[in-house]
């Protein structure tokens, strides 16, 4: 049969402009009706991790690394007072990294100049809250805008010495006891070894820090350093008095510990010089390396004397940087998700430095067997009435502001009643200057 050569090419004219008519070309019609997965776009994320890997489990970052390959890292790691200098520097040339992590109040602080992106959507978005401990939203300002998320919490108990009340015949703390169950055991287990009159074994170790030391003081009393939701000083309430006075009570009138200067050579729990002492979770870990047969464990933080437990945390935070590319956002939260998935909570809480957020794996956490054993005293303490130390975008400033008067209060240089006068006006002072 005789073929027609001019039909034959006008249909083959007409297949091929009807392939490529409606937007693309024919191959890339070919591959999308094949029905093999598109690849994902690869971008880059740059990651500052202050402290590097002695902070952040690089678990983690192996294991982002193996699900995520076409996310492809930059890691900014350098020491923490390194990394918290140049970070300012890089933000006011707009060219931090992507994502990053410091301290809580810094975090809200960025939050408040536009730094840090707001979360709320994508958690939303994404996450099942209800999974997670309150502290997941640790970050949140007071209208409503998440800044943060975190990086690890580090949550407080009261640590004891088992030698030292077997020795005494004083039971042994528990999960129920008040502050004045603690003072009481205290004095009982303060001693005078040498024979000098001067005590070398105290029943108790008072911290001069802000976690440690005089926040759950006034918070046992019912009182705070900040009423955030009024930006309000709240030196001068009453009962913060109250709870600064017990504080330093604890070295000048009851004497159940060594003063602020006496523990900056001694690490006196530490030494078994003394009994008890206020503990955050991450100091497991020196304790534990430094110390190995110190025979120690935990109980909850005290109930206080306003009837109410405060269990303080410590959070650092992870931001995303609010100018940075669209698709670098889509990845620091991709990194974000996989950070608060099983697989990575559960680096975090194997390393000791700080605890998850995620319920499942603080269940986990809390059979593991190295000391302390009664790990569920960080971790139901920190779910019944863990919180914050009165954290806000100035906290760093005012902090700054009111710890050379509290140094004299516990110094006992100065009454409370009369200290907090002068912190209430500089704190003040600074919270108007920052509305």
């Known amino acids: 049969m005789k073929v027609n050569k001019t039909a034959v090419l006008s249909i083959v004219t007409a297949l091929t402009l009807s392939a490529c008519g409606s937007g693309g070309s024919g191959q890339t019609e070919s591959a999308s009706n094949s029905g093999a997965p598109s690849q ?9 991790l202050p402290g590097g890997y002695d902070i952040t489990n690089k678990k983690i970052i192996d294991g982002f690394k193996a699900k995520f390959p076409h996310i492809k890292l930059e890691i900014d790691e350098s020491p923490w007072a390194d990394f918290t200098k140049k970070i300012v520097t890089n933000i006011a040339g707009n060219n931090p990294p992507d994502i990053w992590f410091q301290e809580n109040a810094v975090i809200l602080g960025y939050g408040k100049r536009g730094v840090a992106e707001n979360l709320e959507p994508y958690i ?9 401990i309150e502290s997941l939203t640790a970050a949140k300002a007071p209208d409503g805008k998440i800044y943060g998320i975190p990086h690890g919490i580090n949550s407080s108990a009261l640590a004891y010495n088992k030698r030292l009340f077997q020795e005494n015949n004083v039971p042994a703390p528990t999960d129920n006891w008040t502050y004045q169950d603690m003072i009481d055991a205290a004095k009982k287990l303060t001693k005078d070894t040498n024979g000098d009159g001067k005590p070398d074994v105290f029943g108790f170790s008072t911290a001069s820090s802000i976690a440690l030391g005089w926040i759950p003081w006034i918070k046992s009393s019912g009182g705070s350093a900040i009423n955030l939701a009024a930006n309000k000083a709240s030196f001068t309430d009453p009962k913060t008095i109250e709870g600064l006075q017990r504080w330093a009570d604890t070295i000048h009138k009851d004497k159940i510990s060594p003063t602020r200067e006496q523990q900056t050579s001694v690490k006196y729990f530490e030494e078994s010089k003394s009994a008890m002492t206020f503990v955050q979770f991450a100091q497991q870990v020196s304790l534990n390396k430094n110390k190995p047969d110190l025979d120690w464990d935990v109980v909850k933080m ?3 004397f306003n009837g109410k437990r405060f269990v303080p945390i410590v959070v650092n935070q992870w931001l ?5 590319k669209p698709d670098a956002k889509e990845a620091a939260w991709t990194f974000l998700k996989y950070y608060l998935s099983d697989e990575a909570q559960t680096f975090l809480s194997e390393s000791g430095a700080s605890m998850p957020v995620k319920k499942t794996t603080l269940e986990a956490l809390e059979k593991q067997t190295t000391k302390p054993l009664n790990k569920k005293a960080f971790t139901k303490g920190t779910e019944e009435a863990g919180g914050t130390l009165d954290e806000n975008p100035t906290w760093n400033e005012w902090r700054a502001a009111a710890t050379p008067i509290l140094n004299d209060i516990m110094d006992g240089k100065t009454q409370a009643a009369d200290g907090v006068k002068e912190i209430q006006q500089k704190v003040q002072a600074i919270l108007d200057d920052d509305k």
């Open 124 to 132: 939303k978005r994404d996450l099942k809250t209800a999974d997670y």
């Open 302 to 304: 005290p109930t206080g």
């Open 40 to 48: 994902p776009k690869e971008v880059t994320l740059k990651i500052g």
């Open 320 to 324: 995303v940087y609010s100018k940075a």
